[in-house]
């Protein structure tokens, strides 16, 4: 059994990480870490772990000495602390998957700009992987450093990247309509996320410039090898989990919804997280619920000659600990799909 | 005090009539009419009659002499039904309003291509006027029958309008990611309906043919004075009510989201029924819950050039009962907004 | 026209009243106030006033001269505070409802047994009027100063009211097992309040000695002419608003659910505000929603000799507002439902 | 590994056997079989199993003899069809475990006073064992033929069966106020299970008398050797699953939260699906939600000498399939706990 840790243990990454780790069969949850939260049995963070030898384990202090002990450590904090601790854990021989934005970039100004802070750690900057296997495996496997993607991005990259890679796309524009379900959005209470404001309402938020517009052009200029221009709207969706992005695309002459729905299944055919969908049907969110999967369909619209592609996932498991646990199964040489084949709860 | 009646009572858009009628002050609901309910009294139809005389009221047949009796009828019956029903009722001196889409089109060419069946009446169209008050008030004054028109071509046309007149954009290409609350599927129950499966789900549908594109496209066509193509995603939501329209356009150099935002505010400046929001703020759907209103915001992604609009309206009031009464009070020549200004409710 | 103002306008008794008020044909909302939003724009507390004159009042502070102006100021702020503020007003000539407990009790020591403050104005309390219409409408008519119920306290006495008064009760204990939307915990954001936490949950709270306990027993043992107890559960649904109340009570030998609707059809005849359902139907919270309606239903379990009343209101309306502008109406000397007769919101 | 069958695949039960056997370590899914559903492929009938080799399983007729190739079949069918379809597996070798009413009860007068049929096989009552495990678990070792219990009796069992059995009552009335999701309704679209009516609404159904109350007497007359009566009022929730079980009890003199808290400590301190929670937290039933886990608290109200137990179970896992598995595990010599030890999911 692998020993692992995860720092930001009460936020819903973290959370979901618990759940997750916890019925994994190679790896142990060794330490629980929470700046705000140490001293606190855990079922106190969470009340799903009542009836659990987990849940009356002991919240530690972010220095805990437990920590260095594990074989790799999730970071689930916020942008800028998670890159002032990973050299103290690449030190002390432990690996690091950072659920944040610190490890995205190779650039250190491009993060500059978006992040409004000064990189922490330029240096580890270049033996960082972007984590997001379906598209830089190879990468992934030899690492001590991974950078998880973002949600958006990942529901984006793997919707947009068939047609990039095939050079499909009769423009760099890439039109992203994103929803999101409010765990996207943190733990912390807002107003603006009470309860009683949401249900029931349907918003956008954050346009134009949200900050997972640079991650999604370096990685989709990357995959189809040319520069790409992303305008993304992002949604507020009143569910607790899950992304469906809607993609509008300009396509070449003759696309049909038959042949690009060939070439994505293609794409994916060896892909065990990737579900490219019949033509009969469309993806949902809650089809992925708890999953590790990505749903995904494309259409063309003759009429207009747009591509409409739809991808959905959990935003907290393939948008975050899953592909965190994706990535650390690659780390270690297990299967990769190891402890994430579970199927979603619907309904 | 006027009489009305509405055809179709049993469904939401015919709950919505019944709902706002009764605290209209001008006028009087005389008959109610339902092919598949006559004879129920009202309150089996709606809970919300209990306590009330209304809801004591029987539900009438189609063909019942009490609705001819009426200053006006509603039409809130599936297309076709509506062509049938409209010659006799303006035979008998009663005016109509259709909610559904058969008199929302000159060209009967065109209704046969989406709509699948010859217009049933088609000498009627040359006299039917399309009741969108914003853009179409002068022609509904006068007019005896009116269509209409359908909730998303609301959100689109509203949203769409400032920069079609002022010609504003770059490209005829209209890309309308549109979300519906629930009750815009009407009232029959469906699997894919069923509160077990649309809870914590968000899905598209129906792409990418779906049967609001001409009216769009007719009318848009005819605001901006060149044609447009509209590429429409509708996407379904987890609420009862509510559309949120989010406008995807090519917008022209130069354009900000300050000058468009000007534009916008001056277009809609003497219309009770539009509120074009600060630029500190964006629409919600919960916002017009139960309220004929709608919400507007424009934003401009320097970036990519982009200009995205965002409306939002309650597809049961101002995306149909509500507009209907709107239109009933100008054939009235009554106050546009009487027993139209309710506050949405919130939270 | 009577001038009226808020004061605590923003939170979400203060946001019903405005939208209450803004519709009334006989009051004008003269101030509102707010101590922690002043100077704010009121569209900024609340997006429904986009688009409305009223959206661009200016909230004033607590202690603005233009709250004495009023004919009635509505009292929507924490307890304690309302009582401070009280004797100013009426030196001022100006009626007060206060919608929290301060006005509720003519015990001094009760209220501090239960809210754990002296009462900041005992030399009142044998003035202030309860202002339950259904049971206590004679009082109100000529009261300056009305302790608004409890919305909990609503549902339990207007659901126990005609057995109490017919002597219908084999037991002195009133079992209440309410249910509550979210806006009744109000509108500040709290952990346990975030959409994420509260949506697909259904749990108990605050058991077994809720506040509302002693308002409830004090006024059903008036009603009754005999001491009652009561056992409160309440409970969180993942609504926005609405109360159901269940009420569990052992029946005496010979009741039948057909012989008690005829009591409670009887008992509440003339009331407009309660709607006792015909034996085929049972109260929704929905039917009531956004209406100062309350739905009874009355059932007898002839097994084991239970009877169970169900009632459903709007916490925020009957159980707070609405009842209110009843309140309102009454000292006005208006007819009682004006302004309150709207339809619940369906669906 | 062994072989399962699963009759009645297309419901929400049968979906639930899917997802938990999907994982199960040491079963496989032999055949999947639907009256109404046979033919096609299995992720028509579950979005959830697109991109999984058990999706593209084909549905099969229930006489397919793929299912006496099982070693057990789960029915989850109409109660009647159980009954008819039982005495030809058992005649196979196949155990039995069916999760409807038809092998509950050992008097089958019982069954047909309340099912309205007579029972179809009346010879199997007396060797079919109640699936309660924590009550009857070794009764369930050696069966062949398991009844496995109703969600709402297994709530209401598991919170009043260390009172029956300590003798703790004053009263054998039990007052059972049940709250369940949507999905405890069946997966047949209905009028009044539309999302559209649902969300945001409340409602008790049903009432004074459903089926589950004979199960529950029965039960918990052997459990603590004295006859009850159960006066139970079920209320629909608008969530997807999970039940929220108030029970209101007559305690004896001197009971406290805390004493009482001890003995439900100790009366499950054993049992790995049954959490008795500390006296600072009360259950939510989205702690539950995907789990087999059953959460459950006591209090005393000691104003007035009830006891108010509170359970949270999910209605498909611990409530149906869970449990059935839980059968499975015992039957098979499995660890109990084998493929049921996930956490819920949270938010």
């Known amino acids: 059994m692998f020993k692992v840790g995860i720092v930001g243990a009460n936020g819903y990454t973290g959370g979901e990480l618990i759940r997750l780790l916890h019925k994994h069969p190679e790896a142990t949850i060794h330490a629980l870490a929470s700046r705000s ?3 606190r049995p855990a079922w106190e963070l969470f009340p799903t772990l009542h009836g659990t030898a987990l849940g009356q384990a002991t919240i530690l202090d972010l220095n805990d000495p437990r ?19 990973t050299p103290g854990f690449l030190a002390a021989g432990v690996k690091v998957i950072d659920l944040g934005a610190d490890f995205r970039f190779k650039d250190p100004a491009l993060y500059e700009a978006w992040y409004k802070i000064p990189h922490p750690a330029p240096e580890l900057l270049a033996e960082a992987v ?4 379906e598209i830089n495996r190879a990468a992934i496997r030899g690492a001590r450093l991974v950078g998880n993607p973002g949600c958006y991005p990942t529901a984006i990259l793997l919707g947009v990247a068939p047609l990039l890679v095939h050079d499909l796309l009769a423009s760099p524009l890439i039109i992203a309509d994103g929803k999101s379900g409010v765990s996207g959005a943190g733990r912390s209470p807002r107003p603006d996320l009470h309860f009683a404001e949401v249900t029931g309402d349907f918003r956008a938020y954050g346009l134009p410039n949200h900050r997972h ?19 993304f709207t992002p949604h507020l969706v009143p569910i607790p989990r899950g992304i469906l992005m809607t993609l509008h ?37 809650k089809a992925v619920l708890g999953s590790n999967r990505c749903q995904i369909s494309v259409r063309v619209d003759e009429r207009t000659g747009q591509i409409i592609v739809l991808s959905a996932l959990d935003n907290l498991v393939k948008g975050a600990a899953g592909q965190a ?3 650390m199964n690659i780390l270690f040489a297990l299967p990769e799909t190891t402890g994430l084949t579970d199927l979603g709860l619907w309904p």
Do not use: W
Request: contains cysteine; aromatic residues 8%; glycine residues 8%.
């Open 67 to 85: 920590l260095s002990e594990c074989d790799l450590v999730f970071l689930a904090v916020p942008h800028g602390v998670a890159a002032e601790m």
């Open 37 to 39: 939260q140490a001293g």
């Open 249 to 285: 695309l300009a396509g070449k002459t003759g696309a049909t919804t038959e042949s690009l729905t060939r070439v994505f299944q293609d794409f994916y055919a060896e892909e065990p997280m990737v579900a490219v969908l019949p033509e009969t049907d469309l993806p949902h969110t």
């Open 213 to 231: 517009i640079p991650e999604v052009e370096v990685y989709a200029g990357q995959i189809g090898k040319k520069e790409v221009k992303v305008s």
């Open 130 to 133: 972007y984590g997001l296997p």
């Open 325 to 327: 646990i994706q990535n």
